[in-house]
């Protein structure tokens, strides 16, 4: 996951990883023995309060090492990783079950736990793993912590790079993001694009799952939950539905992003953070389409891009944006199936077209003080 701070920004890259063949086991053994390390060191940091580095190592060192077969090292990994992951669920508001990891991982620290050797990397103890499409894009910047997960036969490494946060620059107009549930419509008063939204190829996947949780939790079907068959089809049409949409919001952030820094531009997009609350009260099928389309993600990759980019960001109020006249500030009316019209001054567009024109409106506002007056068809 990508993160920052003031002089850096902190990114991770994923890259598939194969064992050598006689160390295969043996490596899947220590995962698995880490994993259940990791579940019980976070249980007894919750339960003792043991929020400390000091005290969770008083607590849990010998143990790691002595029950679970870690190595020093790696014993250290874990109740590093436990005690990050216990502070977080204890200071969520909204917290519910304890979190439990399930895949087989290690947490490792360079230099001390791995090292990377060319193509290769090597684990504590000698286990190496070849490294299968190196991405060698940020090859001059330090190596950071690294994850290896197992997961549907793979090992997946997550490695991170601290790589230098770029300056921003003065923006001389503004790019603005309205999302709903077909279309991402960006734009300003002199221009629109549309990009199609992953919605309705997530949904496939999530209702095919859903059919065969339907049909083999029927009583006649009493022996489903061991066929393992049965759940690794329900889980991988879960995963990719989830994916679908991960990797929809990546590259739209993406291209949303460079279409900003081309035209020296800022990115504005609106505070959507209490939306979940409104789609409540939508019908069904429409409500769980706009939850699966995330708006998060799209919210959360395109800060990153512009961050990773240089590109200034902003955020604004959304009330009114998609049903206030741009030009009068008056409430518009229904003039057709997303079709708005201004009582006041007759101004007339798509919903879109005027939350484009709004968020633009405000930002300017917002930024310079000014208010504009758009010219849209």
């Not at 043991?50 to 014993?75: C, M, Q, V, W």
Request: glycine letters at 6%.
């Amino acid at each position: 996951m990508p993160s920052g701070n003031e002089g850096a920004l902190t990114l991770t890259i994923k890259m598939r990883v194969i064992p050598e063949p006689d160390s295969h086991q043996e490596l899947l053994d220590l995962m698995k023995r880490y994993r259940d390390a990791l579940n019980y060191s976070i249980r007894v940091i919750i339960d003792s309060k043991a929020l400390s580095l000091g005290k969770a190592h008083k607590l849990l060192y010998n143990t790691l090492k002595e029950r679970f077969d870690l190595p020093s090292k790696i014993a250290q990994d874990c109740y590093r990783e436990a005690l990050a992951i216990a502070k977080s669920w204890l200071r969520s508001p909204n917290r519910g079950r304890v979190p439990t990891a399930r895949n087989p991982r290690l947490w490792l620290t360079h230099g001390k736990s791995y090292r990377v050797y060319g193509d290769r990397i090597e684990l504590l103890g000698g286990l190496r793993l070849r490294i299968i499409g190196w991405d060698g894009r940020y090859d001059g910047y330090p190596n950071g912590d690294v994850r290896l997960v197992y997961r549907s036969g793979k090992f997946i490494l997550y490695i991170s790079k601290r790589v230098p946060r770029p300056a921003k620059y003065a923006p001389r107009e503004v790019l603005a993001v309205d999302i709903n549930e077909k279309y991402v419509v960006v734009g300003n008063s002199r221009f629109e694009y549309r990009f199609e939204t992953a919605v309705e190829r997530a949904l496939w996947y999530k209702q095919l799952a859903e059919r065969l949780q339907k049909k083999y939790s029927l009583p006649r079907y009493n022996a489903w939950l061991r066929r393992s068959g049965v759940r690794r089809r329900v889980a991988y049409f879960h995963r990719k539905a989830r994916n679908i949409v991960e990797d929809w919001a990546k590259k739209t952030s993406h291209r949303i992003v460079v279409l900003a820094m081309q035209n020296q531009y800022a990115v504005a997009r609106e505070d959507l953070t209490g939306l979940i609350e409104s789609l409540r009260k939508l019908p069904k099928d429409h409500r769980v389409a706009l939850m699966m389309l995330s708006y998060r993600k799209l919210e959360f990759w395109l800060d990153w891009q512009a961050e990773k980019h240089g590109v200034p960001a902003v955020v604004v109020e959304p009330k009114g944006t998609s049903t206030t006249c741009p030009r009068c500030n008056t409430k518009m009316r229904g003039n057709g199936y997303r079709v708005l019209k201004c009582p006041a001054c007759s101004f007339e567009a798509d919903r879109d077209t005027i939350a484009v024109l709004n968020i633009e409106r405000k930002t300017l506002s917002k930024m310079w003080g000014s208010l504009i007056t758009p010219n849209a068809p």
